[in-house]
């Protein structure tokens, strides 16, 4: 695939501020390489053995057990929040297992949360460039980030960390905002925070659900980066939602994009 706009799509208006996703678009998290297991044939995450020692300090709970109350908490909080693209912070739902194992400690939930994001940190990996890349196009845009995730100050962390926060005009996290794209209504904070209009705007991500229908929901354009999207193709061909505007293999192409559309 070729950077582009596919057919059928009018022109775009002068491009005034882009949007970002974060993970898999300006850094990279490799949670493959984190440890894979299955508890009674259902993949359990991968933090879930420190999180159980961890538990365990405060009561002794059967490995099995602590699974079976983290999956009950997904089934009943978070899997139908996450249904209507509402996010659930990564503290609370510790808490809700925290509660059921029947432990009264209110800073426990705040221990989980650290070790779970502390092995995401871990496997995040920051691409260097991509600093030099924001503070090339915000002298020309306002920019902004439009990211899901459970956990701002993490997000937060990787960017301050990364030299990537000190180039954005706005920053949107699903934990803050509380609703999860595709929901229009992250997208419309983003756009509110830069103080432009969803036809002034570009939106860059990797997931064609949340990124590429959510912005198209928004009225926003959109460029789909596949830097980090196996089967690229297949999975467009697949795709039943709003084809993007663009699709870039890189971010480098993005320039180029911009340049060649006028903006």
Not at 119 to 128: E, F, G, N, Q
Request: glycine residues 6%; proline residues 5%.
């Amino acid at each position: 695939m070729h950077p582009g706009r596919k057919l059928g799509q009018s022109a775009l208006m002068p491009i005034r501020a882009v949007l970002f996703d974060l993970f898999d678009t300006l850094v990279d998290l490799h949670y493959d390489r984190l440890p894979r297991e299955l508890h009674a044939g259902r993949p359990i995450m991968p933090t879930a053995r420190p999180l159980h020692a961890a538990i365990a300090e405060y009561k002794a709970v059967d490995f099995d057990h602590f699974i079976d109350v983290l999956f009950a908490v997904d089934h009943e909080i978070l899997h139908p929040r996450y249904a209507r693209d509402i996010e659930v912070p990564t503290e609370e739902r510790f808490a809700a297992v925290v509660e059921r194992l029947g432990i009264d400690d209110a800073k426990l939930p705040h221990r989980l949360t650290e070790i779970h994001m502390g092995a995401i940190r871990d496997h995040t990996v920051v691409l260097p460039q991509h600093a030099d890349l924001l503070a090339e196009l915000h002298g020309r845009f306002r920019l902004g980030l439009c990211s899901n995730f459970s956990h701002s100050a993490t997000a937060m962390s990787i960017l301050e960390e990364s030299a990537l926060s000190c180039h954005f005009d706005a920053i949107a996290i699903s934990d803050e905002i509380g609703f999860r794209k595709p929901r229009s209504e992250i997208f419309e904070v983003s756009l509110e925070r830069l103080g432009v209009g969803a036809d002034e705007a570009l939106h860059v991500g990797d997931n064609l659900h949340a990124d590429v229908q959510g912005a198209a929901a928004a009225g926003i354009a959109s460029v789909w980066i596949t830097r980090r999207v196996p089967e690229a193709e297949r999975r467009l061909q697949e795709f039943d939602g709003p084809s993007p505007d663009f699709v870039i293999a890189d971010l480098a192409e993005l320039i180029q994009l911009l340049d060649a559309s006028g903006s």
